[in-house]
């Protein structure tokens, strides 16, 4: 009787162990499936994403807002965290506009990738702020390749004139500067030429200028290279192009909008159209471009942009001013819709900025960025 039960306890272990071996051995396959189905549904999407950037013809926004929308929430759980927190169920959202827009200081506290930080082939950092921590944007190969196919075609439909022209940069190059997403953008266009902190280089080079350039530079390098040559006129090229990046942020004396188009014309000896800005965010992939003192800041389109009334959290009555937010099919591996904390007034299809809101705080869009993330 003790063999009996001793082989009849052997039979039941083997049959337990080839079951469990078979079990694993399905769960396996079916995992294994799964993830080779979710990598050609990422493969499609971003092929879909690439067409259409490429051609406004080859896609509909919305339907591609929507695919990337739930990427998103099932690859990035901070983001996916953020959703849920705020009462939205991420399959009944039918339109763009109703994709919960994650708040561009979520980027300072929190990991929004949609994969392993360790997979980031590139991380951005916001410039230097007067705050000590800095927003980060992870790009994992895929997501670079999008965000050069974003930055480099906004460039060429914004920016036609600078077809073929050399591209200067008053900036450091992305060997001193390797976490700034306007020194890649910029090499990534094809900067023939970095000027940093050498005024005298950039001096001596504007002045030698015989054929038309385009020069990028921030607005407090271009008022630092001013201040350094207060009695100088470099006269560009006809067809030359200047284009201001952004503001001063602490970094020089602050100038008035329209004494600092004052200075660009009156200094390189060029009209209003060739005064040109950019705006862009490191929490972006794309960028927005605008002409001439007054004119509007548009978008590429495969973006989508709103003003948002900071206390209702709705659209800005028309021709009042409100908090811009961004909806980019080029974030790939991050969130496509931002709430950002820059105050703008619409014009068209387009909208002027009017600098940062005061207390950058967008009370009735949604709970603090604390709260939701942290509830339970």
Known sequence: MPDDFQRSVARTARGLV?????????SLRNRLCVARYNSFVDHCLFESLSAFIDDPGAGDFNSLALQLFSRQVMCNQAYRRYVAASGIQSENVTSWREIPAAPSVAFKAY???CSPIESSSRVFHSSGTTEARASKHYMDRAAVELYDRSLTRGFEDAIPGASGQPLWAMMPSPNEAPHSSLSHMLATLGASRWFWDDWSSLAGALAEAREPVTLFGTGFAFVALFDNYPDARWPLPPGSLVVNTGGFKGRTREVAQDEFYAMLRERFTIDDKGCLGEYGMSEMASQFYNQGEVGPYKGPHWTRTRIIDPETGADAAEGTAGLLRHYDL?????????QTQDLAIAEGDGFHLLGRAPDAEVRGCSLTVEALWNRP
């Open 18 to 26: 080839a079951r469990s071996r078979s079990e694993l051995h399905n």
């Open 111 to 113: 990991d929004l990738t």
């Open 330 to 338: 080029a974030n790939w591996n991050s969130v496509l819709a931002i």
